[in-house]
């Protein structure tokens, strides 16, 4: 069974850039052909989207809300994926998801339980 | 951009059916998937291209995809289908609903 895991600092300074990593077990990031998806939620709120990454890490898509400050990388030798969102503020406040999408029809077929940021000095 | 929207909030009787829509143009040209939160969960798939349930949920679930609506049906509701539902599909980019607060009353 494929299970996934968000970790990092669950307090993040203004201005500077939040790091995120989802550990994967279960299954290789590196095959499959599956997309992997950040997601959040600000508090009270429905889900965004952020981005995902191909599987290959050939491929990345982000939410254009996020004017480019989303970046997204794969690390197959520890076979997780990691966001980093730079020039946070107070709005980026949010429980951060993983998950495993499916190419061709979009949907995400597994989730983290998510992990909570605060963005505050 | 692309937009899906959901009515805020859906109540139901204890067995009875219940409906959520999701709107947005010529939706039924894409795939549609539902997804239920409860309260300090992380989303769960309930239902993928446009009616297909993923194992383990129960077949009160089902889900439709025509013109410009999707429409996440739940057969005799139980109270623990209690949560809120969001609605996703594709257009360059993944967008969701809103999101719909079902109440079992």
């Known amino acids: 069974q494929v299970h996934l895991q968000e970790s990092g600092p669950g307090l993040v300074k203004p201005s500077q850039t939040l790091s995120l990593t989802c550990t994967v077990s279960g299954a290789s990031i590196s095959s499959g052909g599956y997309y992997w998806s950040w997601i959040r939620q600000h508090p009270g709120k429905g889900l965004e989207w952020i981005g995902y990454?191909?599987?290959?890490?050939?491929?990345?898509y982000y939410n254009p809300s996020l004017k480019s400050r989303g970046s997204i990388s794969l690390d197959m030798s520890k076979n997780q994926f990691s966001l980093k969102l730079s020039s946070v503020t107070a709005a980026d406040t949010a429980v951060y998801y993983c998950?495993?999408?499916?190419?061709?029809?979009?949907?995400?077929?597994?989730w983290g339980k998510g992990t909570t940021v605060t963005v505050s000095s | 951009s692309y937009e899906l929207t959901q009515p805020p909030s859906v109540s139901v009787s204890p067995g009875q059916t219940a409906s959520i829509t999701c709107s947005g143009a010529?939706?039924?040209?894409?795939?549609a998937c539902w997804y239920q939160q409860k309260p300090g969960q992380s989303p769960v798939l309930v239902i993928y291209?446009?009616?297909k349930r993923p194992s383990g949920i129960p077949e009160r679930f089902s889900g439709s995809n025509s013109g410009n609506t999707a429409t996440l049906t739940i057969s005799g509701t139980q109270a623990m289908d209690e949560a809120d539902y969001y609605c996703?599909?594709?257009?360059?980019?993944?967008?969701f609903g809103g999101g719909t607060k079902l109440t079992v009353l």
């Open positions: 010529k939706l039924g040209d894409k795939y």
């Open positions: 996703q599909a594709w257009d360059s980019g993944t967008v």
């Open positions: 990454i191909y599987y290959s890490g050939s491929t990345t």
């Open positions: 998950a495993r999408g499916e190419p061709g029809y979009y949907y995400m077929d597994v």
């Open positions: 291209q446009d009616n």
